[in-house]
T-cell receptor, first 107, second 113 residues
């Protein structure tokens, strides 16, 4: 079993749609959690950290459920520029990535 | 502040040759990670260092792969001998301390023919 599992995708949505990504992790000792974004042929970049209390950054909302070992990302009012691969990341000194979920937002 | 710097950006080599990938982490960062990314396997953690000491190299695929970090500002990943299945994008990343976000270099695209 992989340490970080993500929805396989791909997700193809129209502009303005709301889309949700889910992720589960196997190591209950994991300390910190992130969502990264990766554009085609580019390096991964931090989108946002994920906290137990949940956190929001504009159109993006991240949630963490430690009991269920589950992380989510919600994107509201999606834009064409949101098209990318979204990577769930779990850290316990090491740093493990999910396989990523590809999102395409269409006009 | 300069980000993580990797070199070369692209490398094409023949099977059996030695390949050395280089990484300069962000100054002041204590952790350094090496990843390999392929379509089939995604981003795989190969090895990571804390304060220049290798902590976990369980992701290194074979003895053909080795990594060093002689000082806080430089790390290498070496493949000897290289094989076509080593073709991938290799990323280096660094973070300030444990359990904070990591910053990635632009990657080295390796092709072994």
């Amino acid at each position: 079993r992989k340490e970080v599992e993500q929805d396989p995708g791909p997700f193809n949505v129209p502009e303005g749609a709301t889309v949700a990504f889910n992720c589960t992790y196997s190591n209950s000792a994991s300390q910190s959690f992130f969502w990264y974004r990766q554009d085609c042929r580019k390096e991964p970049k931090l989108l946002m950290s994920v906290y137990s209390s949940g956190n929001e950054d504009g159109r993006f909302t991240a949630q963490l459920n430690r009991a269920s070992q589950y992380i989510s990302l919600l994107i509201r009012d999606s834009k064409l520029s949101d098209s990318a691969t979204y990577l769930c990341v779990v850290r316990n000194n090491d740093m493990r990535f999910g396989a990523g979920t590809r999102l395409t937002v269409k006009p | 502040d300069a980000g993580v710097i990797q070199s070369p950006r692209h490398e094409v080599t023949e099977m059996g040759q030695e390949v050395t990938l280089r990484c300069k982490p962000i100054s002041g960062h204590d952790y350094l990670f090496w990843y390999r990314q392929t379509m089939m396997r995604g981003l795989e953690l190969l090895i990571y260092f804390n304060n220049n000491v290798p902590i976990d190299d369980s992701g290194m695929p074979e003895d053909r792969f080795s990594a060093k970090m002689p000082n806080a500002s430089f790390s290498t990943l070496k493949i000897q001998p290289s094989e076509p299945r080593d073709s991938a994008v290799y990323f280096c990343a660094s973070s300030r301390r444990g359990n904070t976000e990591a910053f990635f270099g632009q990657g080295t695209r390796l092709t072994v023919v």
